[in-house]
């Protein structure tokens, strides 16, 4: 089967674009274009599906790398109910670095995780790599709300499982011990960081040395000030306006300063990993996180009482939680045993394994049948099955965006400077927007 071009010349500056979109997994150390291509060689064992005898080896190609033991306990099982069948797990790092290359060379896996929101799998979708899956009754059990969403030209392509949402982690005991109520508005949320403050606790936590984490904060909160802020970027973007003239981006640049006035003395000097130390220790009583980031935090400090709660608009207006699906699975279609791969995906989304992925992975599931049992995240967990989200910005931004966009906001939280701020956005928008479709 043919791809076109578009596909098959994936650049490595677009997978990079990518690993900045949703919080996939805690950043790692990043690697050559050599080590990349090293590693993608290695690991693509399987470049046609395997059959020996009666015996099916199936390649899973798992990219949440934060979860390749509950993974590993999961292709056991099926196993075990499928004696005829075989998964042979590939988790590298890097992993969509790798699996770009390994489709540049028509090498793909039977089975993958995916995001079927971002841009690059849609694509995918688009140009017939991966497998109409629409006829499968397994998609029955997935919130309608998500289904709808995950569906390209009204065609499934994934099975979704669990849901990453965006929010304000709050530390519990911090708020009832000094009797602080939690906000729900902008105008609560700076009245409580003022009363923090005034008792001598750092109100936030913050990351501006982590670009990757700056600039998924930034995305976030301008995404939750206009939940279509795309189509204001792609105006900009298209010489039809600027920033100066459209009032989204200077509320996020005085939504984002005036937030530093109750974080670290110097928000640049400190990294994600000090800022999740500060609310472990309960130095700080907030931060603007991921759901994926409440394990980490807990890791540090089990017996903390911290929960996520919708972020308030700085503009004043109703706010929505920023989402993304965080598992999901696609077969390709070059897969020779589609069958198997049918079963596999259907296993997944039983009742029995999507509990136990729930309870394991802990992101919100999207499974009808999953109790959902974390209270840090009950909250989001039922505003994301009501719909109550739009999908995080990034998802629908071109390659390399929210990257590029990274620097000038880190030089903003520096200089101040919100109307240099502007024109930088101004012209990074129509580098990246103008020639967008």
Not at 34 to 39: D, F
Not at 108 to 113: A, G, L
Request: with cysteine; net charge negative; hydrophobic share 40%.
């Amino acid at each position: 089967m043919k791809k076109r071009i578009g596909v098959l010349a994936l650049s490595f500056g677009l997978v990079c674009s990518l690993l900045a979109g949703c919080g996939k997994s805690e950043p790692a150390p990043a690697k050559s274009t050599e080590e990349t291509a090293a590693a993608a060689g290695e690991t693509a064992k399987a470049k046609e599906t395997k059959a020996e005898g009666d015996q099916v080896t199936l390649e899973l190609y798992l990219q949440k790398t934060n979860v390749v033991d509950v993974f590993q306990e999961l292709t056991t099982r099926f196993e075990e109910q499928n004696p005829g069948i075989k998964i042979e797990l590939t988790s590298v790092p890097d992993p969509e670095t790798a699996l770009v290359t390994r489709i540049a060379s028509n090498d793909y896996p039977d089975i993958v995780t995916i995001w079927p929101a971002e841009k690059f799998y849609r694509d995918l979708m688009r140009d017939g790599a991966l497998m109409d899956i629409s006829d499968q009754a397994f998609l029955n059990d997935v919130a309608d709300e998500t289904r709808e969403i995950a569906k390209y030209d009204g065609k499934d392509y994934a099975l979704s499982m669990t849901m990453s949402a965006y929010g304000l982690i709050v530390n519990n005991k911090l708020f009832e011990d000094n009797g602080i109520e939690k906000p729900q508005t902008w105008d609560e949320l700076i009245a409580a960081a003022e009363a923090f403050q005034a008792k001598g606790i750092q109100p936030f936590a913050f990351y501006d040395k982590s670009t990757e984490q700056l600039g998924q904060m930034a995305e976030r909160l301008i995404g939750v000030i206009n939940n279509d802020i795309t189509s204001q970027f792609q105006k900009v973007g298209k010489k039809e306006t600027t920033w100066e003239n459209e009032k989204e981006m200077k509320v996020l640049a005085d939504a984002m300063l005036k937030l530093r006035q109750y974080g670290q003395k110097d928000t640049l000097g400190a990294g994600y990993e000090d800022a999740f130390n500060d609310i472990a220790t309960e130095k700080a009583a907030m931060i603007f996180y991921g759901s994926w980031g409440i394990q980490t935090i807990l890791n540090l400090n089990p017996d903390l009482d911290i929960e996520m709660i919708t972020i308030p608009n700085p503009s004043g207006e109703a706010s929505r939680i920023p989402a993304s699906i965080d598992t999901a699975l696609s077969i390709t279609e070059s897969c020779k045993n589609k069958e198997a791969a049918l079963k596999f995906l259907e296993f997944m989304g039983s009742k029995e394994t999507a509990q136990y992925y729930a309870d394991t992975e802990k992101n919100p599931s999207v499974i009808k049948t999953v109790d959902y049992k974390r209270p840090q995240l009950q909250t989001m967990s039922e505003k994301l099955k009501a719909g109550d989200m739009f999908f995080s910005p990034s998802v629908y931004w071109p390659a390399g965006f929210r990257k590029s966009w990274e620097v000038p906001l880190q030089q903003m939280i520096l200089s101040k400077d919100v109307d240099a701020f502007l024109k930088d956005s101004d012209s990074i928008s129509v580098e990246y927007f103008e020639n967008e479709q």
